[in-house]
């Protein structure tokens, strides 16, 4: 966000809301298509998923809307009785957006992410010494390795390191719903719509597990996608995300790290390039995480 128009981040009042009410002002199709584009990728056809399955879909997603809905409402209203186990206190901290990187293919294809982290308060009390220790935003990889050594435990899984903010959504996944729908979620106005739509999907689809029917959405990708995938260009379907978000965790510093390509072995010439793509990734990605504790700091005053 910072890094894409230069200007300091600033937290209003008007751009904090809770999540109850931004899933309530959410159309349930607009929805449902980003979380489709949140799992499968621009790349992957949706072809073989069809009018009645996208309609299921929807249906589905609009189901889930309507429970936040009244979840939200009896919360608000404190006359609702959460199940046996269930907290009714929001969750520890505020929802920010999270941006990140990734190398798609061997080709140059880079692909933006967009997703929500919950910011708690050991990550909001670092921020600051963390800024100043870095160094702020880096232009060349050389700046990042410095970061990295000024700041050495920027890939443990601290609250407010850059795996440590990605991997903080496993809580949409674990708490009870009484608790997330109260809790803040900030949506600054410097977000387009569609990119607001993209953080709210990834905490539904949290929230529901990979609801949506997950597994027959990626099966029908697969199939549709069966004969691109010979196309040294095309990588296999992606996994599910709880390998991303859940599981072994973010890629450790920034995902600087080359990537695996599956059904393909690259040649020297073509892992030169992939290494220079990686490498960019890791200076956006490094950046990236710099406009995550500026906004850290921007919400804490």
Known sequence: MNATNGSKIQAQPKDITTIGQALAGCDPSLL?????????GPRYSTQAITEVMRYAFTRRVADDLDEVGRCATA??????????????????GIIIPI??????????????????ALLGAEA????DEVLERSGGYAYELAEVYA???????????????????????????????????????????????????FVLAHVLWMMTQRGLDASVAVEGLREANREA????????????????????????????????????????????????????????????????LEACAALRE
């Open 75 to 92: 919360c608000a209203q404190g006359d609702g009785e959460a199940p046996d186990g269930c907290a009714e206190e929001p969750l520890p």
């Open 229 to 292: 995938q010979l196309n040294r260009c095309t990588p296999a379907p992606r996994r599910m995300l709880e390998q991303v978000w859940c599981g072994a965790g973010a890629d450790r510093l920034f995902g600087g790290e080359m990537p695996e390509f599956g059904l393909y072995g690259l040649s020297p010439f073509e892992e030169s390039y992939v290494q220079r793509l990686s490498n960019i990734v890791k200076l956006l990605n490094y950046n990236c995480w710099v406009d995550a």
């Open 32 to 40: 449902m298509e980003c979380m489709l584009e949140l799992e499968a």
């Open 99 to 116: 941006e990140w990187y990734e190398v798609e293919d061997a080709c140059g294809m880079i692909r933006h992410r967009l997703g929500a």
């Open 124 to 127: 909001a009390e670092r921020a």
């Open 147 to 197: 970061a990295e050594r000024l700041v050495p435990d920027i890939g443990s899984m601290q609250p407010w390191t850059w795996d440590g903010l990605r991997a903080s959504s496993c809580w949409f996944a674990t708490e009870p719903w009484e608790s997330i729908v109260q809790t803040r979620v900030w949506l600054p106005e410097a977000l387009q719509p569609k990119e607001r739509y």
